[in-house]
C-alpha cells in the first residue's frame, strides 16, 4: 500500500539544489509555473520504500523575507500547502550563511531536514564538519550529501520519510534579547484576537515577522480583528532596527554552534581571490574577456563545420530520395522540397548552437561568467542595462528564447523590461543562413568581415536601442549590482552537458514544430493555385509577395525577397528556404541564382542582411516575450520598433554602401 | 568601537572592516542581512576596483558595484585607502 | 621551483607573445612578408588581440613578482593557463577543419601547415610552464 509524501526543497542560490533535485527525481520531472509570475515550478516524483513521494523545488532564497517574488513564493508554499517535510540543501563550504535560513525556517514550525551538500568540496578543503553535534545542536537531521555523485541520496529520503511521519515536531527558535522578545510577547498577545491567523501561521512567528516589518504579513494582519491593537505596537517602534538586531541575533546564534562542529584552516585570502585580482583587474579584465569570447566563437564556428558539413549532406541525399521515391509527386514534392529541405536548412545550424550553449554552460560552471558579469557592469551601467543583463545577451547569440527566460534572474522588473527588449537585436543563430549565403554569394573573400560588421551592428543598436528607453519609456535608475561569486571549480562534463541541453533544446523544440510548420506553409502558399509553376509569381506566395512588394521597393527588394522576409516571421531561417524555393533552385545553386538576379547588388544584398538582422523577433521569441512580459503592450513595441529600426538602417545602409564596396 | 564610519566602497583589497550600518531601502537591507551583510560582521575586500568591489563575508564571496558598495558601512579602524 | 625562474618565464613567453601579437597587427595591415613566411603568422588582427592580451598578463606577473608582490604568482599562472587554453581551442579548431575537408572531399589539398598559428606552438612553452608548476595550481583551485 503507497503513502503519499509531498517534500519540499529549499536552500541559498548556488548550493547545488537542482543537480540535487535532478539526482533525485531523473526523469520524472515536471517543469510548470507558479501561479501568477513567471517563476518556473519543478516538481519530481520518486518512489521510496513504499511511499509515493512528491518532490517540489522551491527557488532559492536568502532568507524568507517579502522581498521578492522568489520568497514570497517559497514562504508561502511553506506555510500555506504544508509540505510533510522540508528539506534544506545547505553548502557545506558556506556554513554559516546558509544556516540563516535554517533559523529561520526553524520558526515555521515544519519538519526540517538539511541535506549538507558539495560535501566532497568542503572534506578537499581540509574541513571537517561534525554532522551529530550539529544535528544536536539544531534538532534537526543532518545527511550528508553529494550532488553531483549521487551521494547519501538513500539516506536524505530514508531521513525525510523519518521526520514526515514523526510528530510532534519541536519548534527551535532563536532568542532575540530581552527587548525584542518583550515585544514578541505583546505582539503574540495581540494576535490571539485573530482565531483564523491562529489557526493558519505560528503566532510567534509572526509576531517575529511583524517586528521585521514583512510587508506581507502586516497585510495579513490589517485584514484581522488584531489590526488595531497590531497597528498601535508596530506605530511605536522603529522596524528597521529591529530587522537589524534580530539579523544580528540570529547570526549570534550561529555563531555559538559554529565553532563547536566545523573545524576548518582560517582562510584568509584563496587561491580562488588572487585569481579574480587578476580576471577583475582594471585594465585587463575586459581585454581577457575579450580574448575568452573570441575563443568561445572561434571555436564554435570551426568545430561545428564538419558536423555541418555532414548534415549538409545527408539532408540533400534525403530530400532527393524522397522527391525521386514517393508517389504521387505532389507528396513526394512536399516531403522532399517542403519538408526536408525546408527543416534541414535549420537543422545545418543545430551543431553551432549546441556547442555555443556548452562553452558557455562551461564557463557559467566554472564561475567565471559571474566574475565576467560583475566586469561588465561597469560599461553595462553606463548603457542603462543591469549587470546581470550580461548573461541573457551572451545567450542571445545563440538564441534569443533562451536567453529571454535567462532574464529572470534580473530582480528590478523595469530593467528586466529593459533587457528582453533589447536581446533580439543580438544576432542569434537563426539569422546566420541568411548572412552565409548572401555575404558567401556577393563578397566572396569579405564575407567573413561583414558577417562581423552584422554582429556589432547588432550590438551597437542594442545599445542606442537601450540608451534611448531608458530616457524615455522606461525611464529610472538602474539597480544595484550584487552578486553572488562562487568559488571557482572544474565542471564535470555531465553537468556542462545537461546545462547546454536543457538551453539547446528549447531551440529543438522551436524547429522541430514552428519550422516544419513554416517549412509546410511556404511550400503550400508557393504550390498552389493548384497547376501553378512551384514558386512563381502566379503562385499564392508570389501573390502575397506583389502584394508587399512597394513597402520594401525603396529597400532596393523585390517581391521574392518580400515573401521571404514575411516567412522569416515565423522563423528567421526560413527565410533562405523560401528564398530557395521562389528562385526554383536547391540550396546549392540559389547563390548563383541571386547573383544573376539583377534586382539584386552587394549593396542591396547588404541592406537585406540588416534588415533581417534587426526586424522583429521571430514567432517563438514572441512568444516566450509574452510569456515573461506578460503584455500584449510591450510585444506589440517590440514588434513596431523592431521593423522601423530594421527598415530606416537597411535603407540607410543600402545607399550609403555603394560607396565603400565600390573599392573593396 | 569607534564612531567612525565609513561606506565599504573606500576601502581597498586586502583590507578587514565589520559592518555598522546599512543605508539602503528596506528590500535591499533584508537582502543584505541575509547574505550575511549584518551589524557586526566581518568583511574583508579582495578586489576593489573604482568603487566596485569583490568581499568575503564568512566563507561566501559577493560582487557589489559602487552604488550598493557605498550604502553599506563599515567602521574605519584601520587600512582605508 | 624558485621565484627567479617563474619571473623569467613569464617575461620571456610575455615578449613572446606580445611580439608575435604586434606582427600580426602589422601583417594585416601590410600585407605579407617574405622573410616571415616560415613563422606561420597569420595577418589576423583578432587572433593577434588575443595574443597581445596572453602576452600582457604573462609581462604583468612577471614584473609583480620580481617587485615581490604577492599577486604575481597569479597572474603568471593565469597567463599559463589562457596560453594552454587558446593552444587547445586552436588544436581543435585545427582537427576539425581537417575533418571538413576530409568530408568534403578536399582532403589532398589541405594542409596542416596552413592551420599552424602563434596561439597554437607558443602555447606548447605555456605547456612546459603548467607541468612545472600546474600541481600548485590546481591545488590551488580546488582549495578555494
Known amino acids: 500500500m503507497t503513502r503519499e509524501i509531498r517534500i519540499a526543497l529549499t536552500g541559498n542560490p548556488n548550493v547545488g539544489k537542482t543537480t540535487l533535485f535532478n539526482a533525485l527525481t531523473g526523469s520524472r520531472q515536471h517543469v510548470g509555473n507558479w501561479p501568477g509570475v513567471t517563476v518556473e515550478k519543478k516538481t519530481g516524483r520518486i518512489n521510496r520504500n513504499g511511499y509515493e513521494i512528491e518532490v517540489v523545488d522551491l527557488p532559492g532564497t536568502y532568507s524568507l523575507t517579502a522581498y521578492s517574488a522568489d520568497e514570497i513564493i517559497a514562504r508561502n508554499f511553506l506555510l500555506d500547502e504544508k509540505p510533510d517535510v522540508v528539506v534544506q540543501v545547505v553548502d557545506a563550504t558556506n556554513l554559516e550563511r546558509n544556516l540563516y535560513l535554517t533559523t529561520q525556517l526553524s520558526e515555521l514550525r515544519v519538519p526540517v531536514v538539511i541535506a549538507l551538500n558539495m560535501a566532497d568540496m568542503a572534506e578537499a578543503q581540509g574541513d571537517a564538519i561534525d554532522r551529530a553535534r550539529l544535528s544536536e545542536f539544531l534538532e534537526i537531521p543532518v545527511v550528508r550529501t553529494v550532488g553531483t555523485r549521487g551521494e547519501g541520496l538513500d539516506t536524505l529520503l530514508e531521513a525525510a520519510i523519518k521526520e514526515a511521519k514523526t510528530s510532534p515536531h519541536h519548534e527551535h527558535t532563536v532568542g532575540y534579547g530581552d527587548d525584542a522578545e518583550a515585544k514578541i510577547v505583546t505582539l503574540v498577545d495581540a494576535l490571539s484576537a485573530d482565531r483564523n491567523l491562529a489557526k493558519r501561521y505560528p503566532l510567534r512567528w509572526l509576531a517575529v515577522k511583524l517586528l521585521e516589518g514583512d510587508e506581507n504579513v502586516v497585510s495579513k494582519v490589517r485584514e484581522g480583528p488584531a489590526s488595531v491593537r497590531v497597528q498601535s505596537i508596530l506605530s511605536s517602534i522603529d522596524a528597521d532596527e529591529y530587522e537589524a538586531v534580530m539579523a544580528d541575533k540570529r547570526y549570534e546564534a550561529i555563531a555559538a554552534i559554529l565553532p563547536q562542529v566545523h573545524r576548518t584552516d582560517p582562510k584568509g585570502t584563496t587561491f580562488s581571490d588572487m585569481v579574480d585580482r587578476v580576471v577583475t583587474n582594471r585594465y585587463l579584465g575586459i581585454p581577457i574577456f575579450l580574448a575568452l569570447m573570441w575563443g568561445a566563437f572561434e571555436l564554435t564556428f570551426t568545430v561545428a563545420t564538419p558536423f555541418m558539413t555532414a548534415i549538409d549532406t545527408l539532408v540533400v541525399w534525403l530530400a532527393e530520395l524522397a522527391v525521386a521515391s514517393i508517389e504521387p509527386a505532389w507528396l513526394g514534392s512536399l516531403i522532399g522540397d517542403g519538408i526536408i529541405s525546408g527543416v534541414g536548412a535549420v537543422l545545418i545550424f543545430l551543431p553551432n548552437i549546441f556547442i555555443l550553449f556548452l562553452i558557455l554552460a562551461f564557463l557559467e560552471d566554472s564561475g567565471y561568467l559571474a566574475r565576467a558579469a560583475f566586469i561588465m557592469d561597469r560599461p553595462l551601467y553606463a548603457i542603462g542595462l543591469p549587470g546581470k543583463a550580461f548573461i541573457p545577451m551572451l545567450i542571445g547569440f545563440g538564441c534569443n528564447v533562451p536567453a529571454i527566460m535567462a532574464t529572470r534572474s534580473i530582480e528590478s522588473e523595469k530593467d528586466r523590461l529593459l533587457t528582453i527588449l533589447v536581446n533580439p537585436f543580438m544576432s542569434c543563430s537563426a539569422r546566420l543562413p541568411v548572412y552565409v549565403l548572401f555575404a558567401g554569394a556577393f563578397f566572396g573573400a569579405q564575407a567573413g568581415g561583414v558577417m562581423f560588421f552584422l554582429y556589432v551592428l547588432g550590438i551597437v543598436v542594442a545599445i542606442v536601442s537601450a540608451k534611448l528607453f531608458r530616457s524615455t519609456v522606461l525611464p529610472g535608475d538602474v539597480s544595484p549590482f550584487v552578486m553572488e561569486m562562487p568559488p571557482y571549480r572544474l565542471p564535470t562534463a555531465m553537468t556542462s552537458l545537461m546545462h547546454m541541453w536543457s538551453r539547446g533544446s528549447m531551440y529543438l523544440r522551436k524547429a522541430g514544430t514552428i519550422i516544419l510548420l513554416g517549412a509546410m506553409v511556404v511550400w503550400a502558399l508557393a504550390s498552389f493555385p493548384y497547376g501553378v509553376e512551384y514558386g512563381s509569381a502566379e503562385s499564392f506566395a508570389g501573390m502575397l509577395g506583389h502584394l508587399i512588394e512597394p513597402l520594401v521597393a525603396p529597400l532596393g527588394f523585390d517581391w521574392k525577397v518580400a515573401v521571404a522576409l514575411i516567412f522569416g516571421f515565423l522563423a528567421k531561417e526560413v527565410v533562405v528556404g523560401s528564398l530557395g524555393v521562389l528562385y526554383g533552385t536547391g540550396e546549392e545553386t540559389l547563390s548563383e541564382a541571386l547573383l544573376a538576379d539583377p534586382g539584386l547588388s552587394a549593396a542591396t544584398a547588404l541592406a537585406l542582411m540588416v534588415f533581417v538582422l534587426l526586424y522583429m523577433p521571430c514567432v517563438a521569441a514572441l512568444g516566450v516575450i509574452k510569456k515573461e512580459t506578460g503584455s500584449w503592450k510591450w510585444t506589440g513595441f517590440a514588434v513596431a520598433y523592431g521593423i522601423v529600426v530594421a527598415w530606416v538602417l537597411a535603407f540607410v545602409v543600402g545607399h550609403l554602401a555603394p560607396f565603400f564596396i565600390g573599392g573593396a | 568601537m569607534t564612531g567612525d564610519l565609513c561606506p565599504l566602497a573606500l576601502l581597498s583589497a586586502g583590507t578587514e572592516a565589520t559592518v555598522a550600518d546599512i543605508r539602503a531601502g528596506k528590500g535591499m537591507q533584508t537582502r543584505l542581512f541575509g547574505m550575511g551583510f549584518c551589524p557586526d560582521a566581518r568583511v574583508k575586500v579582495q578586489c576593489a576596483n573604482r568603487g566596485s568591489l569583490i568581499v568575503s563575508v564568512g566563507d561566501a564571496r559577493y560582487a557589489l558595484s559602487r552604488g550598493i558598495a557605498m550604502k553599506i558601512l563599515v567602521g574605519c579602524a584601520k587600512g582605508v585607502a | ?144
Open chain 3, 1 to 144: 621551483m624558485s621565484d627567479g625562474i617563474k619571473v623569467l618565464f613569464g617575461a620571456v613567453l610575455g615578449v613572446l607573445y606580445v611580439a608575435f601579437g604586434l606582427l600580426q597587427f602589422i601583417l594585416a595591415a601590410f600585407g605579407p612578408v617574405e622573410s616571415l613566411e616560415a613563422l606561420l603568422i597569420p595577418g589576423d588582427i583578432f587572433s593577434g588581440f588575443v595574443l597581445l592580451v596572453i602576452g600582457t598578463v604573462l609581462l604583468t606577473g612577471a614584473r609583480k613578482l620580481s617587485g615581490g608582490a604577492a599577486d604575481g604568482m597569479p597572474f603568471i599562472y593565469v597567463g599559463i593557463l589562457l596560453s594552454v587554453g587558446f593552444g587547445l581551442v586552436e588544436l581543435l579548431a585545427l582537427c576539425a577543419l581537417g575533418a571538413d575537408a576530409y568530408l568534403v572531399g578536399e582532403w589532398a589539398d589541405w594542409s596542416v601547415m596552413d592551420t599552424i598559428t602563434p596561439l597554437l606552438y607558443l602555447a606548447v612553452l605555456g605547456v612546459l610552464g603548467f607541468l612545472a608548476w600546474g600541481r600548485e595550481f590546481l591545488r590551488g583551485i580546488r582549495a578555494a
